[in-house]
């Protein structure tokens, strides 16, 4: 068999016989000369065993953990993904165990601090230093001041105005614009209460018949009152028995609204005001609901007091 050539790395005098026997060196043959004695040749074995023993227990101490993380963390653990009849079984439960607030009380609620009661006062013709309470009605604050927005028939002829708000505060109010063809008027308070919140003003545009609506309001003076609905139509027209008032381009609606719910607002699903109730409808002179009843859309109410529209 032919064998390749092996060249050492070791230089070698020119001439020198490659087979001759190499002289041990004396450093060299005075180590290897040195007696291996049992002891050390048990101290050698034991620090072997020793750096195998340790690595042995550091492995295993890795291994543990990995698995302890494994096995315990939650983030590792397998869980089964959620489906579409897991999440409509989790409604349904909460549906049918919890008792959740009415979307037409979630919408009372949203505007309840900007409702007032407004009451107008005359003077009492039995006592010329007395008055005596005319019309009650109620109002919507709309701007951060305190502005409110109600009818005109509810102040019409009024010697003094007060407001109540929400949390009991009483103020004298003036006021500051009119527009009597529209039925509306604009009030000032003298004070406000400090965490006074205007109404969220909406659109009447997005109505249609049928469409949820609620009437907040202090009819005959009780309340606030709620009363909730459906929009019956829109763009409609009423015409007072006694002809002064001839109104068109209303919401008709029939949640409950009696005499003091004049100038409240009307509001969407969604808490907004979307009108100002102005008017029910009675054939008879009883003067009380009967299903009927006509707000004027809060776009109209904005340009005819002169606010920006909405």
């Known amino acids: 068999m032919k064998r390749e050539a092996v060249f050492s790395k070791s230089p070698r005098p020119a001439g020198s016989d490659k087979h001759a026997p190499t002289e041990p060196s004396p450093l060299t043959s005075q180590a290897n000369s040195k007696p291996s004695t049992p002891i050390h040749r048990g101290l050698n074995k034991l620090k072997s065993g020793w750096r195998w023993d340790f690595?042995?227990?550091?492995?295993?101490?890795?291994?543990?953990?990995?698995?302890?993380?494994?096995?315990?963390?939650?983030?590792?653990?397998?869980?089964?993904?959620?489906?579409?009849?897991?999440?409509?079984?989790?409604?349904?439960?909460?549906?049918?165990?919890?008792?959740?607030?009415?979307a037409s009380a979630k919408a009372a609620a949203s505007i309840q601090g900007a409702v007032v009661h407004v009451q107008a006062y005359v003077a009492d013709p039995k006592n010329k230093d007395s008055d005596i309470e005319s019309g009650v009605g109620t109002g919507i604050v709309i701007k951060d001041d305190g502005t409110i927005l109600t009818n005109f028939h509810v102040v019409s002829g009024a010697k003094k105005l007060r407001v109540t708000f929400f949390d009991g505060t009483e103020s004298d109010a003036t006021v500051i614009g009119v527009q009597a063809d529209k039925d509306l008027a604009v009030l000032k308070p003298q004070k406000i209460p400090d965490d006074l919140e205007p109404a969220i003003l909406g659109s009447s545009q997005q109505l249609a018949p049928g469409d949820g609506v609620v009437a907040v309001g202090f009819p005959f003076g009780i309340g606030p009152s709620v009363s909730s609905g459906v929009v019956s139509g829109l763009n409609r027209q009423f015409k007072s028995q006694d002809g002064k008032q001839n109104l068109s381009g209303l919401i008709q609606f029939d949640a409950a609204a009696n005499p003091g719910n004049s100038g409240g607002p009307l509001i969407n699903m969604s808490g907004e005001v979307v009108g100002i109730v102005t008017a029910i409808l009675n054939p008879t002179s009883a003067r009380t609901f009967i299903g009927i009843g006509f707000a004027t859309t809060i776009e109209s109410a904005g340009s005819a007091v002169g606010l920006p529209p909405f």
């Open 55 to 102: 690595l042995a227990v550091f492995l295993m101490g890795i291994v543990c953990s990995l698995l302890a993380v494994g096995v315990f963390s939650p983030a590792l653990q397998w869980r089964p993904a959620l489906t579409q009849k897991d999440i409509d079984a989790a409604v349904l439960h909460t549906l049918q165990t919890k008792d959740l607030p009415s």
